[in-house]
């Protein structure tokens, strides 16, 4: 350590669209389409769920917040990354960067145990129908709800905290926003334990999650496969098909992006990856589970009937 110098950084530079100048224009213009997209879209839902007294149930209470991750976990990335297409100096502060990060990591930790709870909810209501409103009640349902939060904003922290605490080399960040992959690839100094840290964490957020959703699934599929008629096997099944679309979007692009090797294709894969899952998965998903819902389907066409009767 001693033979190198230290100089402080205060700002980083988004290198990750730097390469390809070519396609500024292009990239601002798809960006801030789907950016638009994804706001009003999520809002939507979350207005449609809360004034429609018919979507007032457990499964629904789940989707809203879903839908509010989904708007601020775009919006902690999509602006930065219009503002840096169109600037020149593609800079962010140093506390930007990491409350940027904050924020991401939180959310999108947050996310994954929100689908946790979701795929939990849809256990219950199959596989224990008649005791549905007993064990899904109002406390149930606000516990599901705010511990996805308190568990990925503590990962967030832990995860700020260690790597604030290395030394920068380099003030260039080869992706378009704050990962915490990135930053460690900045570090001047042994990040082995910090580099476990994150792992460690991001081990934990995965396979829990994960573990949750498969083996409510896993149940699920059986009390389905118990079902006698083919329609109420269907009818069970339809209730759950969003979700299962959502949860291998959502998980099937993390894995692809963190379990690259470390080479430059594999990096720019990543940042393609990153894309889908930073920009694209939040406008997708109130695709996901509104047109495949006849519920939400029904309370959208109840309220243009409102508004235009």
Known sequence: MAGKNFTEVTFFTLSGFANHPELQVSL???????????????????????FDSQLHTPMYFFLSN???????????VTPKVLVNLQSIQKTISFVGCFVQMYFFVGLVCSECFLLGSMAYDRYVA?????????????????????????????????????????????ASINHFFCDTTALLALSCVDAFSTEMVIFVLAGFTLLSSLFIITVSYIAIISAI??????????????TCVSHIMGVTVFYGSLIFTYLQPDNTSSLTQAQVASVFYTIVIPMLNPLI???????????LLRAFQKLFP
């Open 66 to 76: 879903l839908a509010f991750i989904d708007i601020f976990y775009s919006s902690t």
């Open 225 to 238: 496969l118990q079902i006698r008629s083919a329609a109420g096997r269907q009818k069970a099944f339809s």
């Open 126 to 170: 199959i596989c224990n129908p008649l005791l549905y409103s007993m064990v899904m009640s109002q406390m149930v349902c606000r516990w599901l709800g705010v511990i996805p939060y308190m568990i990925g904003f503590t990962n967030s922290l832990v995860s700020i905290c260690v790597i604030s605490r290395l030394a920068f080399c380099d």
């Open 289 to 299: 589970y509104s047109l495949r819902n006849k519920d939400v389907k029904n309370a």
């Open 28 to 50: 601002f213009l798809m960006f801030l389409f789907i950016y638009l997209v994804t706001v009003l879209g999520n809002l939507g839902l979350i207005l449609t769920i809360r």
